[in-house]
């Protein structure tokens, strides 16, 4: 019996059902990253690689399309659930789709001509639980209160640099500041921003109750 040649090695293991089922999802997720990310090169040039061998594997295979349908419905899923809040729900049926269509997939006529059911879930759950994870940081970022700018100074404590009767000058962040008050300021008192327009910030005098520091 004549082994096998270095060649007919590698086409029998891209032949193999479940490493072309692999290489395609890898390839997808390095293209979505790519997307994500544009300029990464990498994630792009491992997703191309990866795509065109598992299709290279795909076009000797027995294919069923309606399943390959199922599969890149589940990455549309993917993708939407780290684009909108559906709280898993997209998540949850991308996985479904992708177990279900990679276990009809290939139509072997023995079971080691089709996808491992152990393969199908193996590659699915991790796709879907971090695109659950990534999509769970987001929307807790984005229900953060992020205070940065000006609007970052609403509520800080300054000191008058000037009687406020009812406009004068004030120290707050680091900054002299136009300012009108909505109460009679003496200078050198601590008084508090309420708003900004502009250029100009609305303060109110600061009660000694209040045990925030003072800016500047």
Known sequence: MLDMSLKQRILSSLLDPNLAYILFAVGMMALYAEF??????????????CILLALFAMHWLPIRFSAAALILLAFIFFALEAKIQSHGALGIGGIFCMVIGAMLLVDGPIPEMRIN??????????????????TTIAMRARAAKVVTGEQGMIGMIGIARSPLTPQG?????????????????????AVRVRSIHGLTVEVEPETP???APVEG
């Not at 994500?36 to 690689?49: D, E, S």
């Open 36 to 49: 994500n990310h544009p300029g990464a090169v990498v994630p792009g040039v491992i997703g191309g690689i």
């Open 209 to 211: 109750q209040t045990t």
């Open 117 to 134: 059911w152990k393969t199908a879930v193996g590659v699915a759950l991790p796709f879907g639980a971090i695109t659950i994870f990534l």
């Open 169 to 189: 000058k004030v120290f707050v962040n680091g900054e002299l500041w136009n300012a009108v008050a909505l109460a009679p300021v003496k200078s050198g008192q």
